[in-house]
């Protein structure tokens, strides 16, 4: 039975290969997070509108769109949520596990551009010390936070 199977992936080839795996395996959505800091090694912190209200602190995150580079997708994010410009930095990290979500994490640094919130999606946008986070953050965020090493 393995033959024949072998035997018909090579017979499907290319662009039909690629939907059969595609029917076959898990799709997952990408959620892009960055640690932005600025030149003083503070962390952008953004209080989200749509989050819990018990939790409401994070760091930028999004999701990337179909053929987006996860670098860019938070380059994109913290431009549409606060207007600022970012040049992204090493991947802190990648973690799966969830449903049909994959999450990827970014340095990000900084580097100009008007603080001007997207009020649909966030409240406040602050500057914070790493050694001073606001009450009501995401537990995976203070970790990204740890993880990531100083501008």
């Excluded at 059969?20 to 959505?29: G, I, N, Q, R, Y």
């Excluded at 932005?36 to 999004?62: C, F, I, S, Y």
């Excluded at 999606?121 to 990204?144: C, T």
């Amino acid at each position: 039975m393995k033959r024949i199977a072998a035997r018909l992936w090579k017979v499907l080839r290319g662009p039909l290969q690629w939907r059969v795996l595609w029917f076959t395996h898990a799709t997952f959505m990408v959620g892009v997070t960055g640690v932005v800091r600025n030149e003083e090694g503070h962390v952008l912190l953004l209080k989200h509108r749509m989050w819990p209200a018990d939790r409401p602190w994070g760091l930028p995150t999004g999701y990337a769109v179909k053929g987006e580079e996860f670098p860019q997708t938070i380059v994109r994010e913290v431009r549409e949520e606060t207007g600022l410009d970012v040049e992204p930095g090493r991947l802190v990290r990648v973690v799966g596990g969830y449903k049909l979500r994959v999450e990827v994490a970014y340095e990000a640094l900084h580097v100009g551009g008007s603080l001007k919130l997207d009020s649909f999606e966030i409240l406040e946008a602050e500057w914070f010390s790493p050694d001073a986070l606001p009450e009501g953050m995401q537990e995976s965020h203070v970790q990204l936070i740890n993880a990531a090493s100083p501008a």
